[in-house]
């Protein structure tokens, strides 16, 4: 077995076949994997109960209670809604109106079960947002640092030209739309899917929302004034800040999705030990 | 995977995650109230505090034109103190409103308002960004705060200007506090005037201050007095302002 570990380190030597266990996630991955799942999922929950203190998002660099907001979480009578533009969806139960742990009426945006902390609390929820965002800081600097050096980007995330074949790209979307997953050696490597997914989040929307949660930060706009420039203003920053978040959320559901449906014990053990048993090979 | 099983594995993943989020929910309660975590939980306003200034030094914040005021600036917070002094004074203009400064200063003053408005002043429009998340952009002109330390002529142990406010919460005092760094920041001023009127009582009247780098909890209003101090911990609870002190808001408001 840990001639396994050794052969396939290096991505190169003897193909494997499906059933073999090889060493898949190097120690900077599997750490910075788990510090994600804790660090962005309170980031999300106190963010969420961020919003909860005004619920309204605007276009531009200034927006308050007199302003029109393009979306809106809320409550009329005994309904909760979520407006966006001119939709307004009923969300009794979930957004803008629902029922706390003891089966109290809240007129809150976001219910306890998504939030840090569960009651209305700005201040707690801030503290926990910008220390937590410190702890985010050091995890992606020194992630980035040590993938640049081990070649984890170039050899790991980067497709390479052929794998951005639209035909090639098609097949992927088409093996996956019908659940048939790589299999045996073809497991071994990330798919072009997953690769430009990984990339998409590490390099387009997690700095998306480093730089929109700073443009916030009305010290970091005297700052950086560009800032304010590159999102059209701090309301915009904060729409897509909230906006990003969401597809955050997305990534993390379809993550998810993939790991429950390639194997969740496999894909969770290679994702703590580092090895993964690739799957085999169709009779 | 049979259909069947899926739906089983479905089923125990949802319970799963129900469960989970309800045990980290009240994991993060129990955490939010555990004083050693609260203490780690600070570490973020003090890492804000220090790389800002690093990074931002004595930059100014964005001035924007006439054509980006908001058509409604919101009022927030207290719209008029119940303080009987606050009233005597509001039933006549602020003809005999007088702002005490005082503290570690060597000459300690009592301004009328028409000594503050001869004074040099300052006019300026910028976004006040309130803690909620939301922001308005008003146009504000006062008296730099450094040219009424100036006069005072603050002794060099002051590290701290505190404003002392006329309003209150359940009778406590409004107070807010500052470093001598954003005290001494040119778009620092005492504001007496709104959109080119008069302060208006919602906003602050006769004195607000207008410090841009930090959000609206800080843009005291209603100021009746300054005062220089080396330490917070000897004004209200010690946290250097009034929602700091009854809410864990943070001092440094930079973010």
């Given at each position: 077995m ?8 290096a ?5 494997e076949r ?18 994600n ?24 660099s ?17 309904r ?30 976001f ?7 569960s009651?209305y ?13 410190w ?6 600097a ?8 081990n ?21 992927e ?10 299999k045996?050696?073809a497991a ?6 997953q ?14 929302m480093?730089?929109t949660?700073?443009?916030?930060s009305?010290?970091?706009?005297a700052?950086?004034?560009?800032l304010?420039?590159?999102f059209?203003g ?31 014990i ?15 090979e169709?009779? | ?19 989970g989020s309800?045990?980290?929910v ?31 030094g ?21 719209t ?9 004074h ?14 570690l ?19 300026q ?8 998340g ?29 404003l ?24 620092t001023?005492l ?9 208006p ?19 005291a ?10 330490s ?19 001092w440094y408001?930079?973010?």
């Amino acid at each position: 077995m840990s001639s396994d570990v050794e052969s396939s380190a290096a991505h190169e030597g003897t193909p494997e076949r499906g059933g073999s266990l090889i060493y898949r996630h190097r120690i900077s991955t599997r750490l910075w994997h788990w510090t994600n799942a804790v660090v962005l999922l309170v980031m999300l929950m106190s963010g969420l109960m961020i919003f909860n203190a005004h619920p309204h998002l605007y276009w531009g660099s200034f927006g308050a209670n007199p302003d029109m907001p393009w979306l809106e979480i809320g409550s009329s009578g005994d309904r909760g809604f979520l407006r966006i533009g001119d939709l307004t969806v009923d969300t009794t139960g979930v957004l803008g109106l629902w029922r706390g742990p003891t089966g109290q009426l809240r007129r809150l945006a976001f219910p306890y079960w998504a939030t840090i902390p569960s009651s209305y609390n700005l201040a707690v929820s801030r503290l926990w947002h910008l220390t937590f965002a410190w702890l985010f800081a050091g995890a992606i600097a020194i992630y980035a640092i040590w993938s640049l050096f081990n070649r984890h980007l170039s050899r790991d995330l980067l497709p390479r030209t052929a794998e951005l074949k639209p035909r090639h790209i098609l097949r992927e979307v088409k093996d996956h739309a019908t659940l048939r997953f790589a299999k045996g050696e073809a497991a071994r490597n990330y798919n072009v899917l997953q690769k430009l997914t990984y990339l998409g989040v590490l390099v387009v929307l997690i700095p998306l929302m480093i730089l929109t949660g700073l443009t916030m930060s009305p010290a970091m706009d005297a700052a950086w004034p560009w800032l304010l420039d590159l999102f059209g203003g701090r309301q915009s920053a904060r729409s897509i800040h909230f906006i990003v978040a969401f597809l955050l959320v997305l990534f993390f559901v379809v993550h998810i999705v993939m790991v429950v449906l390639t194997g969740p014990i496999n894909e969770v053990r290679s994702m703590i030990t580092g090895r993964f048993r690739l799957p085999k090979e169709r009779p | 995977m049979t259909p069947k099983s899926f739906l089983n594995r479905r089923r125990f993943l949802t319970s799963f995650a129900v469960g989970g989020s309800a045990a980290l929910v009240a994991g993060c309660d129990a955490l939010s109230r555990n004083p050693t975590f609260r203490e780690f939980l600070g570490t973020g306003e003090w890492l804000n505090y220090r790389i800002q200034r690093l990074v931002g030094g004595t930059a100014q914040a964005r001035e924007y034109t006439e054509a980006d005021l908001s058509p409604v600036f919101r009022t927030n917070g207290n719209t008029r103190p119940r303080s009987a002094e606050w009233e005597r004074h509001a039933a006549t203009d602020f003809v005999d409103y007088r702002l005490t400064v005082d503290g570690l200063v060597e000459e300690p003053q009592s301004l009328s308002l028409a000594e503050l408005r001869s004074l040099p002043s300052r006019t300026q429009i910028t976004r006040h960004d309130c803690v909620e998340g939301w922001s308005a952009i008003g146009k504000w002109t006062g008296v730099p705060l450094s040219a009424v330390l100036d006069r005072a002529r603050l002794k060099d142990q002051a590290r701290f200007i505190v404003l002392h406010c006329a309003d209150d919460f359940g009778g406590t005092a409004y107070y807010e506090s500052i470093d001598i760094v954003d005290a001494f920041h040119p778009q620092t001023i005492l504001a007496y005037g709104m959109n080119d009127s008069i302060l208006p009582t919602g906003h602050g009247a006769p004195l607000r201050l207008r410090v841009e780098r930090q959000l609206g909890y800080k843009q005291a209003k209603f100021i009746m007095r300054i005062e220089a101090v080396d330490s917070l911990s000897d004004i209200g609870r010690g946290r250097g302002g009034y929602w700091e002190d009854v809410g864990s808001y943070n001092w440094y408001a930079g973010i």
